[in-house]
């Protein structure tokens, strides 16, 4: 198995843990203030695992449009995130999740020029249908949450793609950087008008929070760095089992019997994905055209 499946295998693993978490520190706080401090905590991976690269040369940048493009889409989809995670089912905020890795396998295919076989062309369909088993539109009632949801998985499709152009090329510093500052300057002004001051208990989930989040991000920069995108981004279903485990034992929320089969169906079809990828193939940086991510 490559090295890069291996470690968004790790990643996608971590940030389960960090959504957790998000979930238990409940929705007493608001969602900008929750963003600013776990991105406060984010950047601590960063600091400490840092080689060679200066923060002072973060600003020097080849793709500027591109690397601000990204922070903004991550802001629109760590905020949209958070707020589904505390006001909807666990379960429903990975199913809707799951388009993501849909979209950005579309879109690899015609901004980067990544090769698909109608197989796994099929493969993305059923995956959708998976998804729709779960959510059921017009069967069910759809709360504000869940129409954040589809607009984060949007947002984070859209960073995937960008990332995967500009992580062979910028520095690792600047990708994160970047970003933080946006977050900081963003959610920071937004949450100024309705300031909450977090429990100690709450402290420690956020600390948490963002410790689990940037060490996820810094190995999800190194898998894009090796693997084609259509080959990540479906392991971003393996956080399915995650979801049902964590959603069933510590919030109590049990998916019924067709939402597991629709999980099932998107589990399968994503791991398929991967497994016929040709991940031997490497992406040729000089092919491009654009994205965001987490």
């Not at 802001?75 to 950005?104: G, N, Q, W």
């Not at 995967?164 to 963003?186: D, N, V």
């Not at 300031?195 to 402290?203: G, I, L, S």
């Not at 034992?249 to 016929?276: F, Q, S, W």
């Amino acid at each position: 198995m490559p090295v890069g499946v291996i470690l968004a295998f790790a990643a996608y693993a971590i940030f389960c843990v960090s959504d957790a978490l998000i979930k238990a520190i409940g929705s007493g706080i608001s969602v900008f203030e929750l963003a600013f401090f776990t991105t406060a905590f984010a950047v601590v991976p960063a600091i400490i695992s840092n080689r060679g690269e200066r923060w002072r040369h973060a600003l020097r940048v080849r793709h500027p449009f591109l690397i601000q493009l990204r922070a903004l889409c991550a802001i629109a989809s760590t905020a949209c995130v958070m707020y589904a995670f505390t006001h909807i089912p666990f379960a429903d905020v990975y199913a809707i999740a799951f388009a993501s890795p849909i979209l950005i396998t579309v879109l690899s295919v015609f901004f980067l020029k990544e090769h698909m076989t109608p197989t796994r062309w099929a493969m993305l369909a059923l995956g959708f249908l998976g998804v729709l088993l779960v959510i059921r539109p017009g069967f069910r009632t759809l709360e504000f949450g869940h129409v954040l949801m589809m607009a984060a998985a949007l947002s984070s499709a859209v960073a995937a793609i960008i990332l995967r152009h500009i992580a062979p090329i910028e520095q690792r510093i600047s990708i994160i950087a970047i970003t933080t500052l946006y977050s900081l300057a963003f959610n920071g002004a937004m949450m100024l008008h309705e300031f909450t001051a977090p429990t100690a208990h709450q402290w420690l989930m956020i600390g948490l929070v963002g410790l689990f989040g940037g060490t996820g991000q810094l190995i999800i920069i190194a898998a894009t760095k090796i693997t084609p995108a259509s080959v990540v981004a479906p392991i971003q279903y393996s956080q399915l089992i995650w979801a049902i485990l964590f959603g069933a034992v510590l919030y109590a929320e049990y998916p019924d019997r067709l939402a597991i089969i629709g999980l099932l169906i998107v589990l399968a079809t994503g791991m398929t994905n991967v497994i016929n990828g040709k991940t031997r193939a490497r992406w040729k940086a000089r092919v491009f055209s654009y994205r965001l991510g987490q």
